[in-house]
């Protein structure tokens, strides 16, 4: 798919996972005293969607709403 700027809020003990993941160049910006919320340019894949479901309760997919749609599936 193609690349699109994807916001996503994490719960705030989750900022390592964050970091190691994405870089240290990653801005977190505080949403409360609970959660950050960090805008991305991702490519929106299944392999995205899994490392996202493994995090749980503890990441929401904020927008845009075009990511939150189903991935087609090859038929």
């Known amino acids: 798919g193609a690349q699109q700027d994807v916001e996503l809020r994490f719960a705030a003990r989750l ?33 995205f969607f899994g490392w996202l479901f493994g995090l749980e309760d503890n990441v929401q997919l904020l927008g845009p709403p075009s990511s939150r749609s189903p991935i087609p599936r090859p038929p």
């Not at 990653?26 to 929106?44: A, K, N, S, Y």
């Open 15 to 47: 900022a390592g996972v964050v970091l190691d993941r994405f870089g240290h160049d990653v801005m977190l910006v505080p949403d409360g005293p609970e959660h950050f919320t960090v805008t991305l340019p991702l490519v929106v894949s299944p392999q």
